[in-house]
């Protein structure tokens, strides 16, 4: 059973939607003793990083993700919160994964934000893209983006430059795009995790 | 590589999809759900839901919709008509809408985009802008197209990229309904001024004219409603034109 945690950056509606319609079964995770709950965990966000990480700290949640070590996916800004720091706010984050995340603005020609369908090339026998045939197309909105680096890399997206589309260290996973308004292959990759 | 976005509109009236030539005349073309459903299937890239009557009826959105289409469709969507303060958008956000669209409200209180931008994030809110040609210029119009104002079109998009529109959705009101092919020369003059995506619409008659959108104008996605919704032209088909023309999409 998956554990959505619920700081309350951004509406959840989707992602629950997508678990429904997968037939996923999940709850929320309010406190740091409801992850004892649940065998995986999503940490879902939309809009600032530094607000987000803000919202995270205040719900006494922060230092209990750190420790975990069943899978955890972070989707979207809920990925970028893994990582040492972002720029949007000039916020340090929970520094799980050791990369910064970056803005978009002044480092490439191409409109901002990042939006819409865009393929994504990822590592052979990644279990997080099983089933899922290489340079699928997936579902970005975003400004921000995770530096490209090899070692946590695990799948890579061009937007003007080459960007992190998903990242893993250990039990954490993270991708910046939307599985759950991905298609087929974002459902996929909500089953595949749910598999790990 | 960024996709070229495909996006039927589906226009609302008492929950059914209506479609009407130059927005008169309205005709039921089924229920809005199966047929979000039957666009993500054929591979449609987003949906657009604009409830047409909501403006001048001052009448809200159905959150039962959105959260309806939330729940069974597996792509994003928009959901504009009837968004007149930061409340209604909250609503729909919360009801799993991904992006909410706005119009007349804006030109109205422009002040509207900072505070959406400020609260929810610009790639949330898509500035729709209905235009007409009128004694040499483009004008912005209101309510469908049926009222004229004195701000022009080219003014008011500038300022809402500024202000913090994420994406615009102009309608050429002078095209719509006439299945003659999009308004690729004034498409691409508002391109070529922002920094934001731009959805082209009205005038879409057969699949040469996404083609020539995509090529000329260089919008980011082609938004069409009766063409797609009588079955004129079949999306999986139309996707293969445009990767045959050299044009990006998802497949």
Known sequence: MIGIVNYGAGNIFSITAALKRLDISYGMINSPTDFDLYDKIIIPGVGHAGAAMQKLVESGLSETIKSLKKPVLGICVGMQLLTDYSEEGNADLLGIIPLKTLHFEGRVAEKVPHMGWNSIDFQNNCPLFKDIPNNSYFYFVHSYYIEHELTYGIATCNYGLPFSAAISRDNFWAVQFHPEKSGKVGEQLLLNFNEL | MLAKRIIPCLDVKDGRTVKGVNFVDLRDAGDPVELAWQYSQQGADELVFLDITATHERRKTTVDLVKAVASQINIPFTIGGGINELSDADVLLNAGADKISINSAAVRNPQLLDEFAKAFGVQFVVLAVDTRFVDGKNYVHLRGGRDITDIQT?????????????????????????????????????????????????????????????????VDAALAASVFHYGEILIPELKETLHVNGIPVRR
């Open chain 2, 154 to 218: 080219e003014d008011w998009i500038k300022e809402a990229e500024n202000r913090g529109a994420g994406e615009i959705l102009l309608t050429s009101m002078d095209h719509d309904g006439t299945k003659n092919g999009f308004d690729n020369g004034l498409l691409k003059k508002i391109n070529d001024t922002i920094h934001i995506p731009l959805i082209a619409s009205g005038g879409a008659g057969n699949q040469q004219h996404f083609v020539d959108v995509f090529q000329q104008a260089q």
